[in-house]
């Protein structure tokens, strides 16, 4: 894609110059106090997540940055925090807590007249550091408090190992080792810090790499993280103890030398993998130091980057009219790309069962009064499936820095995944199992599942659901590739990781048949991919539809590329591989030709519909594209595909819907994707197969959203491919080869307003 696109008009079009629309309209106000965290309001940026809300005359916000794994690689919460003032504005008088999108923070303001407190909690985009600014126009005596549940070791109860990596199957006495946390000259100073021994070694063991262990990247020994609470005149106080929601906890108290109408409050936090607790100590102080009190720029700088996060895209449906439904897919949209944006700059990447913000898990199960520490489906570990569908959104929305946390997450673990090849096989590539700890091994209690037999392939999960499910890896691989083709940033710096995946199924499958036979391919000379898995769900599977997809269409996008520092070798053996691939499968039913899950397999494990991966993400089928009829004759013959279908969690129908052009079906399922969540905040849904917050329910309705509104095929741009006539829309979107389209639709008549195109 070199050449300027044609953008491809379902009506004319006239070009108006029109400026995008900041996001207030869609800003989130209450105006009464909350019941519990679980009526919260995310706040954010940088790294940084909080859940804010005032309860009974407070104001408390958890905290947590990317990256805080413990020893078990549970993604530990920093504290929490509680402003308590007196006078207490929030006992009498009005109130308001206002989320202001377009320079991301939030706005507290409570009481009248003279008795009126202004309250800005924000995070610094650039740097770590949350900031509580406190006006008053009567003098208050403030008090903030960091609250921690980690004062004392906790011993794991049943269940509750399910937020890190060894869920269901925990060593007896498993517990989380206790936090230091002591006045330091009047701030509070906490940290976590993770001995050099951790559930990483375990892993290791039990999957037998102990052989090249000392070759492996291990992000968790040593690992510290924590911060420091202080406020500008704020001097030490006491501790106290309590229980929130069923979890004990212990407080120490800063509070104001004297009563003032400005009071401002600073928590820097320090992550790090330090040798010595002294070296952590100093990086903590070299960032208390680099933003002061004082230091306005700071402020600055963050609300210039949310102002500028807003112009990159935008998508604005009915505006004009909130409460109506459409309206409310359009908000609840912008919401939750919100969320997405307080982790552009972190360690790890956002995590689909919560990210950021979660809260105290009673409110998501009755039954699981864990302390808020607590998620579903771990803390370091990341399904694969799920985190792809809060990334891909990410590269039409224009937010290629936000990707760069996933990104690199696959890129540091490529060596360790190339090391499991190379122990249990003896074959290059880089296999990546769907199930994956942020080291790059599958993850220990899910490779445990059941009892493995004698001669059992120990590379191989021994879990129903997982066993031979690797390629998901590939559509990270077009992740990539897309983003540098969207941005126009080079694709050379992933070939690394690309290369490896592809080289994994090449020469792994190869393996297998010269095991079970005389020759590594069939009588086609194609790879024979078995055992292979389509998704979770088609198990023991010959040549899994959504695996042939990926293989092909990432090859072909490598033959595509074209830069001096491919070789020529490297075209030869792309080549090579790509005339290997084996072809799509369809079979016959009810006299329709429909795309089949595989060749062949032995079991349905799961609900996913692979066999319309085709459609989404491998583009071989959609608008504008041959033999459309059969990926829509599937979608709606497929008995699987109909006893699957459902808006709920990871569920992909409405994509598949918006890339076939299926209007009614894709807004249908948009509403029922971007209805309100069961929460407060509009965009807490969940928790639908994981945890609330659900994240990778939020990002396949983004995608479903977009997808609807601009799709592309070869060097065209098609506006409106799925969207319906009665919703007025205004958006801003990007395209390949950094173009840029805005364009609206207004009572079934199309404008386009500005393209922009290097």
Request: charged letters at 20%.
């Amino acid at each position: 894609m070199n050449s300027k696109f044609f953008i491809v008009l379902l009506f004319l079009c006239t070009a108006l110059a029109l400026h995008a629309q900041y996001p207030d309209e869609y800003n989130i106000i209450w105006d009464s106090p909350s019941s519990g965290s679980h009526e919260s309001m995310p706040c954010g940026g940088g790294s940084i997540g909080m859940n804010v809300w005032v309860e009974e005359g407070n104001l408390y916000f958890y905290f947590s940055r990317s990256g805080t794994f413990d020893e078990n690689n549970a993604f530990l919460k920093g504290g929490r925090i509680r402003l308590e003032l007196s006078p207490n504005p929030f006992l009498s008088g009005t109130f308001r807590q206002e989320l202001k999108l377009n320079e991301g923070y939030i706005e507290i303001t409570a009481g009248e007249g003279q008795d009126e407190t202004c309250i800005e909690l924000w995070a610094d985009v650039f740097n770590p550091v949350i900031h509580l600014e406190i006006n008053s126009k009567t003098k208050r005596t403030v008090k903030v408090s960091y609250e921690s549940w980690r004062h004392e070791d906790h011993l794991l109860r049943q269940d509750e190992s399910h937020a890190n990596s060894y869920k269901f199957a925990p060593p007896t006495g498993l517990k989380i080792t206790k936090d230091n946390i002591d006045f330091h000259a009047n701030t509070v100073e906490f940290y976590h810090r993770n001995p050099s021994h951790t559930v990483f070694d375990v892993t290791v063991g039990r999957q037998g790499m102990d052989s090249v262990k000392n070759r492996m990247m291990n992000p968790l020994a040593n690992l510290t993280f924590g911060g420091r609470l202080s406020g500008k005149d704020f001097v030490a106080g006491q501790t106290y103890t309590g229980v929130y929601k069923s979890t004990p906890y212990k407080g120490w108290i800063l509070q104001s030398k004297s009563p003032g109408t400005s009071h401002h409050v600073t928590l820097h936090l320090h992550t790090a993998q330090a040798e010595g607790l002294g070296q952590w100590e100093s990086g903590l102080s070299a960032i208390v130091s680099a933003v002061p009190y004082t230091d306005k720029k700071a402020k600055t700088d963050s609300r210039k980057w949310w102002k500028s996060f807003w112009q990159r895209s935008f998508i604005r449906i009915n505006p004009g009219q909130p409460g109506t439904e459409a309206w409310n897919v359009g908000r609840n949209y912008q919401l939750f790309r919100y969320m997405l944006g307080c982790n552009a700059y972190g360690s790890e990447p956002t995590k689909f069962n919560g990210g950021l913000f979660t809260f105290d898990p009673v409110f998501v199960d009755p039954n699981r009064d864990f302390t808020p520490d607590f998620r579903l489906w771990g803390g370091g570990t990341m399904t694969a499936q799920n985190q792809r569908l809060i990334y891909f959104p990410l590269i039409k929305s224009g937010d290629f820095d936000i990707l760069t946390p996933q990104f690199n997450f696959y890129k540091r673990m490529l060596s360790n995944a190339e090391l499991r090849s190379q122990v249990y096989w003896g074959h290059n590539g880089a296999c990546f199992a769907e199930q994956i700890e942020n080291f790059g091994l599958p993850n220990v209690s899910e490779n445990e599942w059941q009892p493995r037999r004698q001669g059992n392939d120990l590379g191989v999960e021994s879990n129903p659901w997982l066993e031979y499910c690797w390629d998901t890896a590939l559509e990270f691989g077009l992740m990539m590739l897309d983003a540098s083709c969207y941005s126009g940033e080079s694709a050379i710096p992933h070939l690394p990781f690309i290369e490896s995946t592809l080289t994994f199924f090449d020469e792994h499958y190869r393996y297998l048949a010269a095991k079970r036979g005389t020759h590594d391919l069939d009588g086609n000379g194609h790879l024979i991919l078995y055992p292979g898995s389509g998704c979770e769900t088609y198990k023991m599977a010959t040549n899994a539809t959504s695996t042939v997809a990926a293989l092909e269409t990432v090859l072909k996008r490598l033959l595509a590329l074209n830069h001096p520092e491919i070789s020529a070798e490297q075209q030869e053996k792309w080549k090579a591989m790509l005339g290997r691939i084996p072809p799509i499968i369809f079979r016959e039913i009810d006299g329709k030709k429909l795309i089949s899950p595989a060749k062949a397999w032995e079991r349905v494990n799961n609900e996913e519909t692979p066999q319309l991966y085709p459609v989404y993400p491998w583009r071989i089928y959609g608008v504008g594209r041959p033999d459309i009829q059969v990926a829509i004759d599937t979608y709606f013959n497929d008995p699987d595909a109909l006893k699957f279908r459902n808006h709920i969690g990871w569920k992909q129908d409405n994509i598949f819907a918006a890339c076939l052009g299926l209007s009614e079906e894709a807004k249908r399922l948009t509403l029922l994707k971007f209805k309100d969540g069961p929460y407060r905040f509009p965009s807490f849904w969940g928790p639908g197969f994981d945890w609330s917050p659900d994240h990778n329910w939020g990002g396949s309705a983004m995608i479903g959203l977009q997808e609807m509104l601009l799709q592309t095929l070869n060097e065209e741009v098609i506006l409106f491919p799925a969207w319906p006539k009665e919703w007025s829309v205004h958006f801003k979107l990007h395209a390949p080869n950094q173009t840029t389209v805005e364009a609206k639709m207004t009572n079934g008549a199309t404008e386009i307003i500005k393209v922009h195109s290097k």
